[in-house]
T-cell receptor
């Protein structure tokens, strides 16, 4: 069956460091991969989208990579700040346009 | 734009009661999605609509769940009868269309507790 895995353990890093979050998937051939941010008590908010034929996408301090051979996406936040603390969700979509979400990884940035 | 609006924000009900959750998508968006989020199962897609027509309801857990979209600016998700295992946060999201590159905009969610 299709499976999307994100590290369930929280990632705890020092302010100013680079945070790297991982999204792995199996039995799936996504055309697109998206990353969302979710704060407590709020709905997910879109951050970045990367297509299957793209290796890397950047937006300000954010960078996403997509390796369809490894079936993995990495999400990086450079120069992290306490305000970056949140849960980050990856989501995959194929030609059916349905988004399948991972369970998310909680990021905590210490000042 | 006010974004996606959901009501109520919190709902506490007793087992067996009917529950109706409401959603107003962003004006101009043609696609609407209902999700359920729990600690155990994460964010699950229940059903989605395009141009007010249900496209895929394969995520609806049981016949107790039903959803309607009578017009472009309103949708409901109904649970009848409700059960304690339905307790979760229910999100509504909308997007411009069903293109894979379209961003989904989520509402604030309705936290449902069934006693």
């Amino acid at each position: 069956s299709q499976k999307i895995e994100q590290n369930s353990e929280a990632l705890n890093i020092q302010e100013g460091k680079t945070a790297t979050l991982t999204c792995n998937y199996t039995n799936y051939s996504p055309a697109y991969l998206q990353w969302y941010r979710q704060d407590p008590g709020r709905g997910p908010v879109f951050l970045l989208l990367i297509r299957e034929n793209e290796k890397e996408k950047r937006k300000e301090r954010l960078k996403v990579t997509f390796d369809t051979t490894l079936k993995q996406s990495l999400f990086h936040i450079t120069a992290s700040q306490p305000a970056d603390s949140a849960t980050y969700l990856c989501a995959l979509s194929d030609s059916s346009y349905k988004l399948i979400f991972g369970s998310g990884t909680r990021l905590l940035v210490r000042p | 734009d006010a974004g996606v609006i959901q009501s109520p924000r919190h709902e506490v009900t007793e087992m067996g009661q009917e529950v109706t959750l409401r959603c107003k998508p962003i004006s101009g968006h043609n696609s609407l999605f209902w999700y359920r989020q729990t600690m155990m199962r994460g964010l699950e897609l229940l059903i989605y609509f395009n141009n007010n027509v249900p496209i895929d309801d394969s995520g609806m857990p049981e016949d107790r769940f039903s959803a309607k979209m009578p017009n472009a600016s309103f949708s409901t998700l109904k649970i009848q009868p409700s059960e304690p295992r339905d307790s979760a946060v229910y999100f509504c999201a909308s997007s411009i269309s069903l293109q894979g590159t379209d961003t989904q905009y989520f509402g604030p969610g309705t936290r449902l507790t069934v006693l």
